[in-house]
Each structure stands twice: as structure tokens, then as C-alpha cells.
């Protein structure tokens, strides 16, 4: 299985590239290694996607490495997971598949010589022992989710095999996600996302978190940015090997409600909490960064404000199209 061969160029393989994330990131690692170099992948084909695509399912060891030595990837970006509030429904399955998934990945990188490798972790990797403001990079994690326990689990498992085997991996704990792009796959955070999508439609918004449930936000630019960042860092630079925070900015339901209605004032809005405010009752309400500020220079750039802005924007734009089905206006 092993293969020692000589990359002259990087060659970017991303498993899990029909995501929220991975169909932004494909495109970024597109226009950062050329199209030829980006290898995206998941369980099935993107629709109208002209690039090179290969159907993988990521618990098949075979298929990763079959891929691996056809394109002779570089760098692999292990994307691929079942999320939060999703992962609750079907706890042993959801285990199953995110470790099983991020075992082959890594077997495949160390016997493959891999260059290096992208994991995405959480702030679901913390719960109640973990301070709810600021909370450090070294916090206690005590995950309250199968989503969050598998994400702590991997990170552990990350700075084993870097430890172990030198093998340079790389992760990132995302707070909730917020982007135009893509649509939210299950997560307590989605939220954030439909909000735009009623309020641009005027639609009246139900809301699954309480109207005070403020939790750490990112918007898609800034969590593109920061992996690419990361990954460009240098290999000495890279001082946590489990998963570095990173912040946006902090808010709650009713605070986009409020940026929401300065555009659209007769913006409707009924909180009707359900299991998921209890997850997001669990996780921090703001998160400190300056490990990654430290190591590799990362900083947000946009607020509240300027996130609303675009989304608006930009959703308003895809509406246009004529379509209100969701998955059509998506890249």
C-alpha cells in the first residue's frame, strides 16, 4: 500500500468538498494551486462542478489511497463529518463515521508521505469544565455531543500522528460558520445562515436558539483565510498540534435580529428553542484566539455589520436568478 514517489507540485486532494466549508474551500484552492491541481471529492458528484471530481466515500481505505496515487496528492483537506445537531440522531453511527473516516486518512497520508493534512475541529469540543468567556486554546474539553467528543478525540489523535510519525497535521476549531456560498449541513449553529435567507425572502424566521444565546461566529471569508493561513505557516511555526481557536465575532440571536431590521424593518422573528439550545447552552460564548494571533498571525476582519451587509447582498443577488429553491442558488 505504501508509495514513495517524488511530488514535484503540489497536488491538493479535498474529501468532503460538497460541504458548506469544502465548497468554498475547493474554489480558494483552485485559484491559489490552478484548477488542474485541486482534486475535490465526496460522496456524490456537484451538480454543473466542470473540474476534476472523484466519488469517494471516506470509511473506504482503498478508494483514499486509490485516489491518492492516481494524482499524486500532496496535501490532503479531510473535511468529511457528521455535525452537531444531526450527529445527535444517530450517536454510534456518527462516532463510527468521524473516526473511522479520519483513521483512513491519516493511514493514508503517513503511508504515503503526505506533505500535509487539514483537519477541521470545533468549538464543540468544549463543554461545561470549559470557561463560557475567553476560553483559552488549553481549556478542559468535555464535549457534551458525539459530534464534539469525535472532534476532541481527532484532535488528540492529530498531534499523535505528528508526534509519532512526523506526519504534518493541521486543524483549525471553527466556530459557527456563516456564509453566502453554501448551504449549513446540521449544525447547532445554522441558524446564523437561514436567518439571511428568510429575511431576504421576507419571510417571518423561526428560531430554534433562545433570542440571548450568544455564541463565537466566524464569517466564510475569514475561516477560508484563516486555513489557508495556517497551512501556508511555516512547519516550525506551528506550535499546537491538538487545534488552534479561532474567533470572528460573538452574538446572538437577537443582535442579527437587530442588524437585520436597520434593512428590513418589519423583519419577523419567533423563538421557539428546541434540543439545540441546550448544545449551544454548552459551548462558549466567546473564544480566545491568541495562539493562532501568535503562531501564524491570524486576525478577523469582519463584524457584525459588515457580515450583514454582504449577506444580504450577495443572497439578494442569487434571489434575483429568478429561483427560490435553496440548493440551486448554491455554488
Known amino acids: 500500500m505504501s508509495q514513495n514517489i517524488e511530488y514535484m507540485k503540489t497536488v491538493v486532494l479535498i474529501i468532503g468538498a460538497n460541504g458548506q466549508l469544502g465548497s468554498v474551500l ?25 473540474d476534476t471530481f472523484e466519488i469517494i466515500d471516506a470509511t473506504d481505505i482503498d478508494r483514499i489511497q486509490e485516489v491518492v496515487v492516481q494524482y499524486k496528492v500532496t496535501q490532503i483537506y479531510h473535511l468529511a463529518a ?4 444531526k450527529g445527535e440522531e444517530t450517536p454510534l453511527q456518527t462516532w463510527d463515521i468521524n473516526m473511522k473516516t479520519l483513521f483512513n486518512v491519516l493511514e493514508v497520508c503517513r ?66 460558520v456563516i456564509g453566502y456560498q453554501s448551504l ?25 436558539l433562545k433570542e440571548d444565546a450568544t455564541l463565537p461566529m466566524i464569517f466564510m471569508d475569514d475561516a477560508i483565510r484563516a486555513t489557508l493561513e495556517l ?16 474567533a470572528g465575532i460573538s452574538f446572538s440571536p437577537a443582535e442579527v435580529v437587530a442588524e437585520i431590521r436597520k434593512l428590513y ?12 439550545q441546550e448544545i449551544a447552552s454548552r459551548w462558549p460564548n466567546s473564544i480566545d484566539d491568541s495562539a493562532a494571533t501568535k503562531d501564524w498571525g491570524w486576525k478577523p476582519e469582519f463584524d ?23 440548493e440551486t442558488l448554491m455554488l
Not at 82 to 85: K, Q
Not at 231 to 241: H, L, W, Y
Not at 306 to 324: C, D, E, R, V
Open 26 to 50: 475547493t474554489e480558494a484552492l483552485k485559484q491559489k494551486f490552478g484548477n488542474s491541481n485541486v482534486i475535490a471529492s465526496d460522496l456524490r458528484a456537484r451538480e454543473g462542478y466542470k
Open 82 to 85: 457528521i455535525l452537531s445537531a
Open 111 to 176: 503511508k504515503n508521505n503526505i506533505e500535509k493534512v487539514f483537519f477541521p475541529s470545533s468549538i464543540a469540543v468544549f463543554g461545561e469544565g470549559a470557561p463560557l468567556e475567553n476560553t483559552p486554546n488549553n481549556a478542559y474539553l468535555d464535549p457534551a455531543t458525539v459530534y464534539g467528543i469525535s472532534k476532541a478525540a481527532g484532535e488528540n489523535w492529530a498531534q499523535y500522528y505528528f508526534l509519532r510519525y512526523g506526519l504534518d497535521v493541521r486543524s483549525i476549531r471553527y466556530p459557527g
Open 184 to 208: 449549513p449541513g446540521g449544525g447547532t449553529t445554522d441558524y446564523a445562515v437561514d436567518i439571511y435567507h428568510k429575511a431576504v425572502l421576507e419571510e417571518k424566521f423561526n428560531c430554534f
Open 231 to 246: 497551512m501556508d505557516a511555516p512547519k516550525e511555526d506551528i506550535m499546537t498540534r491538538t487545534s488552534y481557536n479561532i
Open 265 to 276: 424593518p418589519d423583519f419577523e422573528v419567533k423563538y421557539d428553542p428546541d434540543f439545540r
Open 304 to 326: 457584525l455589520e459588515s457580515i450583514t451587509t454582504t449577506m444580504i447582498q450577495k443572497l439578494k443577488a442569487k434571489y434575483k436568478k429568478g429561483s427560490k429553491n435553496l
